[in-house]
């Protein structure tokens, strides 16, 4: 090698012929036409504005939006700023699709176990209920539970009331909620001590089963210990933090507790029932995916049932189930944006709002591609993040 | 040591299988308590569920809004006279079904009959027109030939088979838009009158056959050894696949008459293919980068040592593997595609959901919102479903993971 150096570099290849110019001068040229075309494009796009009397900038959203959004998490009035509508619609889409996520996930777990069930009847109500809603597309979904399903409840004074009381009508589902009083502010604190002290002794646990060997159940102990304090500092308290505010029938409509429109329940059902069914294949294909050796293997060194499941099948199960699921919630929560069409103020239907109040399309667009693309990046960035935690550590 | 573990059939007889019912029963149904438990908790949700179906199917469900809006849920506002091509187009494809059912597939031959002669199931309907009927006589005619003839044909045969699929497609967008001046023989229709089910599939396949090339060249973009290109191609996949499809198309039907020169404006059936193309290209050139992932580095090297140049390389060795590789996984992008083509509903458009919902706009139909969704539910569902399992069997075919 070192006795052909010098003669390869006396020869002289020619400019043209040479790779390593040729790319970057092939890489430049691809550079400078997506340039020119995207320059065209914006000049057009520009020449365009301006000829509708529009321009380009976000100086709009601090203006006052004047339009009411019928559901926020914080509060909001016709006469704030289309930045605060945006922000009431971002926390909307956050809220529907974490629930959803909760949701479906609970639903998808269930699923997945029952479609490995050895009772013939349970494996096939599984199967036919993933076969059926994967080969349905969302929004017809969505459209037929809200007009079919959700808007066809028994009216307001025909409510059907369920014991808690929880309430069931077309304009709503209500159900019990606590109204923070006076020693609310002092019960977080007491609640946050007992999150503090949880961790204290999962770490503790913890390390003294890798000193000693003999596992506790770390999860366990931490759980009793938060729920204890939790449960001292409610009754230490002079006054209770929370007040339970039932619903009940007013005239025509509901009042009290905690009211969740039709539109939401049926974004929320649809996004939930339709993600759980592909989240179910996922878990089912994940536990498979474990060697039937393995669970004979923990079994034969004396592993109980639960040991097995805990220790040896979920964290293998885990591994091959984590990356498809990352990209199922993202699926959720991309999909959440379908609540334009049943009218859930959601973050794409706030904006669609605000550009028809504001005219600045392409602002707006932006914006909300922006916030979508963040929260997809920022998601699996995490997930990748859990990702490597769990992965198989090979020699 | 050795006669004690001799083992003479007497000593261990084979288990007596219980073939019957009951014994089916037992073992599948009532082996344990929590078994039995089980089963009664599925027999309660099975009543729990089935009643109230039933109660609506048999008592209330009326689906005659179905069968006087049938040609608009279908086509849309296509002209009546014209239609004799979406028949057409319905023939062609019962060909090339029929025809590689016959040569592919080998085992469910019964089955492809019954797919064959659905139509007849469907001309037998009593509330069809008898036009219609007529059709779809004709259709299961000629699926029934091809099957014949692809049972019987050799290999020249399967190229054609092959070739026919290629062509379908395109041929299909020829067909139904035309392109003779309205005196010719195949006049231009007007896109604002595509609509229902017919629009559903020109999306789809127009989305498909566009964002084929695109995705191709994305997925060996991002595999590009030079960083301008990769950076390009990955940042297009990337963003494009994590915002939702909705906003896309919103982008499209608003800001598409931006970015083009004062003075045109695309009509907005072509604004929602352009939106769907540029979507479903991202999500393309994904599969196909996992297709040239597949194909072994043994390959480039052994092309690199015949003397081939990195574009033959690419053209006549890895990308035909690959390819073959993820036909499977493009039907299912196929099908993603198809109910995904339900947004446009979103931006305007009259495709099967959008027309549904118009025709549910309309007063004298305002009540017939379950009757309608559970049709085009049907609809969705029995084609997506069609697909899905003409994929897997295609998996099976083609070996695909059996070396």
């Known amino acids: ?395 | 040591m050795t006669s004690e573990l001799t083992i003479t059939p007497r000593d261990l007889p084979p288990p007596i299988e219980r073939r019957n019912l009951i014994g089916w029963a037992y073992k599948n149904l009532f082996s344990t308590w929590f078994n039995t438990l089980l089963t009664a908790l599925a027999l309660g949700v099975i009543y729990a569920f089935t009643k109230p179906i039933l109660t609506w199917l048999v008592d209330q469900a009326n689906f005659e809004v179905v069968k006087v809006n049938l040609r608009l849920l279908m086509t849309g506002q296509y002209p009546r006279a014209e239609l004799w091509r979406v028949w057409l187009c319905l023939d062609l494809l019962v060909v090339n079904i029929g025809l590689s059912w016959g040569i592919w597939v080998k085992r469910r031959r019964a089955l492809g009959v019954v797919l064959i002669t659905a139509p007849l199931a469907l001309a037998l309907l009593p509330t069809i027109s008898s036009p219609a009927r007529r059709d779809l006589l004709i259709l299961a005619i000629i699926g029934l030939i091809a099957f014949g003839a692809g049972r019987l044909g050799g290999l020249s045969l399967r190229r054609m088979a092959i070739s026919a699929w290629v062509l379908y497609f395109p041929l299909v967008i020829i067909l139904i838009r035309g392109f003779t001046a309205p005196e010719g023989w195949l006049p231009v229709t007007n896109t604002n009158l595509w609509g229902g089910l017919l629009l559903t599939f020109l999306l789809t396949i127009v989305g498909i056959l566009f964002s084929f090339p695109i995705g191709v060249l994305l997925a060996l973009g991002r595999r590009s050894q030079l960083p301008a290109i990769r950076g390009v191609s990955i940042f297009y996949i990337e963003v494009i696949r994590g915002v939702p499809l909705v906003t896309i198309l919103f982008m499209a039907s608003t800001m598409v008459p931006l970015f083009l020169p004062s003075g045109s404006r695309p009509n907005l059936v072509l604004r929602a293919m352009v939106g769907i193309t540029l979507f479903s290209a991202a999500y393309l050139a994904e599969n196909v980068r996992g297709g040239l992932q597949a194909v072994s580095q043994g390959q480039y090297e052994a092309a690199h040592a015949l003397g081939l140049s990195g574009f033959q390389t690419m053209a006549l060795i890895i990308l035909p593997q690959a390819l073959r590789i993820i036909i499977p996984v493009l039907v299912g992008l196929f099908i993603a595609l198809f109910k995904d083509t339900s947004l446009v509903t979103t931006i305007g458009l009259l495709e099967l959901l959008g027309i549904s919902r118009s025709v549910l706009a309309q007063p004298q139909f305002v009540s017939f919102q379950r009757e309608v969704y559970v049709f085009i539910s049907l609809i969705y569902w029995s084609l997506s479903y069609l697909m899905s399992y003409v994929s897997q069997r295609l998996e099976v075919a083609l070996g695909v993971g059996v070396r």
């Open chain 1, 1 to 395: 090698m070192e006795q052909n150096r010098p003669i390869r570099r006396q020869k002289i290849v020619p400019l043209w012929r040479d790779e390593r110019i040729l790319s970057i001068l092939g890489q430049a040229v691809f550079l400078i036409i997506l340039t020119a075309s995207l320059l065209y494009l914006a000049r057009n796009m520009l020449m365009n504005l301006n000829r509708l009397g529009l321009g380009l900038g976000f100086d709009f959203l601090p203006l006052t939006s004047g339009f009411d959004i019928g559901e926020h998490l914080i509060s909001y009035e016709r006469s704030d700023t289309f930045f605060r509508a945006l922000l009431v619609g971002l926390l909307n889409t956050l809220f529907v699709s974490s629930s959803g996520i909760l949701v479906a996930t609970i639903l998808g777990l269930l699923f997945g176990v029952a479609r490995l069930s050895g009772n013939y009847l349970i494996q096939s109500l599984a199967r036919i209920y993933v076969e059926l809603l994967r080969n349905l597309p969302l929004l017809v979904l969505l459209f037929f539970l809200y007009t079919s399903v959700f808007i066809q409840l028994p009216r307001v004074r025909e409510a059907i009331s369920l014991p808690g009381p929880v309430l069931i009508t077309n304009r709503g589902i209500a159900i019990p909620w606590g109204i923070p009083t006076a020693t609310f502010t002092q019960y977080q604190y007491i609640l946050g001590f007992g999150v503090f002290s949880a961790i204290a002794l999962g770490r503790g646990l913890a390390w003294y089963g890798e000193r000693t060997g003999r596992a506790p159940l770390v999860w366990l102990w931490s759980l009793l210990l938060f729920f204890l304090i939790a449960t001292i500092g409610w009754f230490i308290l002079p006054t209770r933090p929370l007040t339970l505010d039932a619903p009940a029938v007013q005239g025509l409509r509901l009042a009290g507790g905690r009211q969740f429109s039709p539109e939401f329940m049926a974004l929320l059902s649809g996004l939930a029932i339709y993600t759980s069914a592909f989240i179910a294949d996922v878990v089912r294909a994940g536990i498979q995916a474990v060697g039937r050796g393995q669970v004979e293997a923990a079994r034969s060194v004396g592993l109980s049932s639960m040991q097995t499941l805990r220790l040896i099948l979920l964290p293998q199960a885990l591994r091959v189930i984590v990356p498809p699921l990352t990209s199922q919630y993202l699926n959720l929560t991309k999909n959440s944006s379908l609540a334009v069409a049943i009218g859930y103020p959601e973050l794409f239907h706030v904006s669609g709002t605000i550009l028809n109040q504001s005219g600045r399309t392409v602002e707006v667009i932006a914006i909300t591609m922006t916030i979508y693309l963040s929260i997809s990046l920022l998601t699996s960035a995490f997930m990748n993040w859990y990702n490597r935690r769990v992965r198989l550590v090979e020699r």
